[in-house]
């Protein structure tokens, strides 16, 4: 098979396995069997992190059932090839040129040579990013929820640095998601710089990690990041203000309408982060608009 039928059949494959695993009576909270569509389509919604469900999360779904989803949103956070790729490293085996042929691909990377040293560095980083994100939450989810407050900084960490969408707050009120958390300025920064540095993907990350590193060790006057980093940088950080002050304008007197200014603006970047890749919501969306509608689509649609 050629590198991108390999990595299509690998996420078949992991979405049939989800499907399968979440029709088990373990599954549920109920301890019932779940129909194959629902499963199929929560296993194909984690594994493309869209973060669309058909039963709540967080009140259908049991412990088991979350860690399935999450590791599922994982996987496809990471995608199928690295984490197989990391499988093989971790066992001390020598990953052939066609793996690593596959692996460039899987995450598009400009050349072969330093795949695996680009890999190391995306699992190292993700899994310390995704900890940090963590455990800065822990305070606020332990002191709501108790212990289960530690589940809940693990999940939303995860979701939300894989730009997954997926959330555990249905069992307080189904279909509130992050508008429980909307005036919780500490919650809301946590999780949209977790989005935000997911969204810009780790070849960026990895090239502004080079270059800093060089800057201190070298004592350069500046970074000099690549041309494919500054034009994500750039563009991302006009499409953020760009989303923010749309929607603060046109929601102001409607759904920002009765908040502080500081929760205003904090709402009003939220939506702009989350519209592009990440599918959580600080607001009621049938409540919105149209206009800051059509632009939450053409920020999706970017």
Request: positive net charge; glycine residues 10%; charged residues 15%.
């Amino acid at each position: 098979m050629s590198s991108f039928e390999m990595i299509a059949f690998g996420f078949a494959g992991v979405i049939l396995l989800g499907a399968i695993i979440l029709m088990l009576p373990i599954s549920s909270s109920a301890g019932v069997v779940t129909p194959f569509d629902k499963t199929l389509f929560t296993a194909t919604s984690a594994v493309c992190v869209t973060g669309l469900v058909v039963v709540d999360t967080g009140s259908y779904w049991s412990a088991f059932g979350q860690a399935v989803i999450l590791l599922l949103i994982q996987t496809g956070g990471l995608g199928v090839i690295t984490v197989v790729a990391s499988f093989s490293m971790v066992s001390g085996r020598k990953i052939s040129l066609m793996q690593r042929s596959t692996m460039q691909d899987a995450i598009s990377a400009p050349k072969v040579g330093g795949i695996v040293r680009l890999t190391k560095f995306i699992l190292q980083g993700t899994f310390l990013i995704e900890l940090v994100g963590a455990i800065l939450m822990l305070p606020v989810f332990c002191k709501d929820y108790g212990w289960k407050g530690i589940w809940m900084s693990v999940f939303h960490s995860v979701s939300a640095f894989c730009n997954a969408g997926f959330d555990l707050f249905g069992f307080i009120e189904p279909g509130k998601g992050m508008i429980l958390f909307a005036n919780d300025i500490y919650v809301s920064v946590i999780v949209m710089l977790l989005i935000v540095v997911g969204g810009i993907g780790f070849l960026v990350v990895f090239d502004l990690q080079k270059q800093i590193k060089e800057k201190i060790t070298r004592k350069r006057k500046r970074i000099e990041v690549s041309y494919h980093s500054k034009i994500v940088l750039i563009t991302t950080g006009i499409l953020i203000v760009f989303g923010a002050i749309a929607f603060f304008v046109s929601e102001c007197s409607n759904t920002l309408s009765g908040r502080g200014i500081a929760e205003q603006i904090n709402v009003s970047f939220f939506q702009s982060v989350t519209s592009r890749t990440a599918g959580f919501a600080a607001v009621d969306l049938s409540q919105v608009h149209d206009v800051p509608k059509f632009i939450t689509v053409i920020l999706m649609f970017i």
